[in-house]
């Protein structure tokens, strides 16, 4: 555990819903235990961080191991100004996207080797990992159509990308299943949401609080985990 904070990610393709799990599991954790709750990304989970994500995800074409080494000066930036602080105080720190990402998108989809990148990333963070990590898993080609607005680099990869993205997920997952929890994210909102927490306040024996003490939630950055242009409505 990364006591006395507990930490949360969320991973999964582009579409799959992880902010709006994220933020849905963020509010109802902080009425629960009472603890102030950080909501945050990557990249751009920092003010850095927002330019860093501007240039790899809108700007100019750039290698494999430049848009690696990219993610993992974010990753580091990140952790060591925002997450560890977080984490000291006490506070349930919930992100979306964090090292796994960079393994399953450069390591599988770009293909550069994955020990690699998770060295890289590992290095970033000092080995700081999640207590509890949740997959929304979805097939690349359902995904892509929920996203409303016009593809980022990274979405415009091709079908073979994130086939081999996804694939690079579920065996992270297979891996190490006492941090991973793996869902279908072809669920309800509702539905998804109700087991993310059933499971999460089992993995990480959360205890409520007694009373009407509310906890705090804040986001980083102000804007971070909205998805205007992600369809969230799907079907059960």
């Known amino acids: 555990m990364s006591a006395p904070g507990y930490f949360i990610s969320f991973e ?7 902010s709006t799990q994220a933020r849905l599991l963020g509010q109802w954790l902080g009425e629960l235990t009472g603890r102030e709750v950080v909501l945050t990304r990557e990249p751009g989970g920092t ?3 927002k330019e860093l994500r501007a240039a ?4 100019q074409d750039m290698g494999a191991r430049t848009e690696a080494l990219i993610y993992a000066a974010d990753r580091a930036h990140h952790v060591e100004s925002l997450v560890r602080p977080a984490l000291a105080r006490g506070a349930v720190v ?3 996207r964090y090292l796994d990402s960079s393994v399953a998108y450069q390591a599988g989809g770009r293909e550069l080797g994955a020990d690699e990148v998770e060295l890289i990333s590992r290095w970033a963070v000092q080995d700081l990992m999640p207590d509890v990590t949740v997959l929304l898993d979805l097939d690349p080609a359902e995904a892509s159509r929920r996203i409303r607005r016009e593809h980022d680099r990274l979405e415009r990869a091709g079908a073979d990308f994130h086939r081999r993205t996804r ?3 579920l065996a992270r997952a297979s891996a190490d299943p006492d941090r991973w929890l793996v869902l279908d994210a072809t669920a309800s909102i509702d539905d998804l949401q109700a087991q993310i927490r059933v499971d999460v306040v089992a993995r990480l024996a959360l205890t409520p609080v007694v009373g009407e003490v509310e906890g705090s939630v804040r986001s980083e950055p102000d804007d971070g985990l909205d998805e205007p242009d992600v369809v969230e409505a799907h079907p059960a």
Do not use: E, N, S, Y
């Open 12 to 18: 999964g393709g582009d579409g799959v819903g992880k």
């Open 47 to 49: 003010a850095l961080g």
């Open 56 to 59: 790899v995800l809108h700007g």
């Open 94 to 96: 919930v992100t979306d």
């Open 167 to 169: 694939a690079a997920f």
